[in-house]
């Protein structure tokens, strides 16, 4: 397929990869793709969850050679043997599992491998430190160079990732879905230094499964469905209606599902809930949070990062017991706090945000993580029932379209989508009477999106109740029976459905001020 270049008054191409393919073990990842960057423009990659967009980006990045295809940068061609190659003919990436070293600090990160010397040749730290200071100055992030990057939340670890690939100075900057977990004034940084490096002539690739959010920065498109090239275009002339038709391959109608209505009777009761800050003496994370959520109810928890929503629901699934104080009930029954054990034993399941540090072992099967759980309903007099296991895991697979080769596949090899699919399949396969659901659509594309709503709106007219963190207003909007809103870790306002709009809740969820 090959479409007429997007710009015909544009100069010589940045960037180009012709004629891509590369397999893994039993996966044909990318299958005889291109892409065109131009100076001075942004290329949206755009594709559903496995669709090979990370695939070529590390290929560009020189992670690791194509099986076949070339690429040209500039006109000349080009091969990298490995990351520096690339690195230093101009390509800088940010990677969409994070890259850094916890254990070394964000100055020490950013100039890794290029570390500035003095005239002896020995590390000259304090210049290091300096020149890393004005890099955290230029993208707004208030830290100390010297911190450890491990002890950063990973919305700021990806504002490290972007103030590293900005120094390099790079030609053509990649950025692998960098925005799904930094704050809206993180975007709107990120989103000026874009501008600047466009205007720089400089060009970018841009993925992400955010399309809101590319009419303020993207020119260019580009869309992979299944490993394969299927359309470039420009973005100027791209209705939302025909990226989604060209990344899933049909119409997408109905995105929300919601049929079901809440019961009557009271499922889940959160009294008075308080969570001390672990550092900061007199501060709370979560602040006398009392509310409950009613049988087959979807309640959508609302708040910008930093509110104490993760914190919120980890207090309730007992994961926090030296710190937290207060009441948690399910049918009228007190669950013992501090223990998750005795949260799972009591019908709460909780699918955290953070699937790489708490979601998964990387380096088990789709089958072990999806089962991990669970055990119990796999198992008979102490053995696993290998039909068992693939007759549940294979239904979430199918149902969460998770693109794996086989269940044995190790989590490790899945694209980031299918990450958080097992996450969700592993909790929602304990078959929980409270489901806590924490950003469970970052990261995942459309039309797994729509399946993940509809399942939920499924389980909630079983009479499954469901708490909902999202920082997506229009998820929250169209999915929940009510909502709350958390600022600063209180609550803040609680809206009926139909009540709620998103000027009021965006309203109740800035902080006002120290109280
Ligand atoms: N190291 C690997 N070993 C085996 N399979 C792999 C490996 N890396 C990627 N794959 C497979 O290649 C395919 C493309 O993955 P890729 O990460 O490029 O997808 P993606 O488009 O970035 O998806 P997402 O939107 O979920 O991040 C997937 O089926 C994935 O499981
Ligand atoms: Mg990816």
Known sequence: MNEPAANPHVPRPLLEARGISK????????????????????????????????????????????????????????????????????????????????????????????????ASGLLDAARMNREAAALLAEVELDADPRTPVGQLRVGAQQVVEIARALSLQARVIIMDEPTSAITRHEVAVLFRLIRQLKARGAGVIYITHKLDELKEIADDLTVFRDGRFIAARTFAGTSREEMVRLMVGRDLTDLFPKTSTPGTAERLRVQRLSLRHPGRPGDFLVRDVSFSVHAGEVLGLFGLMGAGRT????AIFGLHPRHATGEVWLDGRAVSPGSPRAAIAAGLALAPEDRQREGLVLSHSVAENATLACLAKICRYGLLQPAREQELVGGYVERLRIRTPTLRQAVRNLSGGNQQKVVLAKWLATEPRVLLLDEPTRGIDINAKKEIYTLVDELARAGLSVVMVSSELPEILAMSDRILVMATGGLTAEFGRGAATEEAIMQAALPAGKN
């Open 23 to 118: 397999s893994f073990p039993g996966v044909r990842a990318l299958d005889d793709v291109q892409i065109t960057v131009h100076p001075g423009r942004l290329n949206a990659l755009l594709g559903e969850n496995g669709a090979g967009k990370s695939t070529l980006m590390n290929i560009l990045a020189g992670v690791f050679p194509p099986d076949a295809g070339e690429i040209l940068l500039a006109g000349q061609p080009v091969r990298f043997k490995n990351p520096r190659a690339a690195q230093q003919a101009g390509i800088a990436i940010i990677f969409q599992e994070l890259n850094l070293v916890p254990g070394l600090t964000i100055a020490e990160n950013i100039f890794l491998g290029r570390e500035p010397r003095t």
């Open 311 to 314: 914190e919120l629901l980890q």
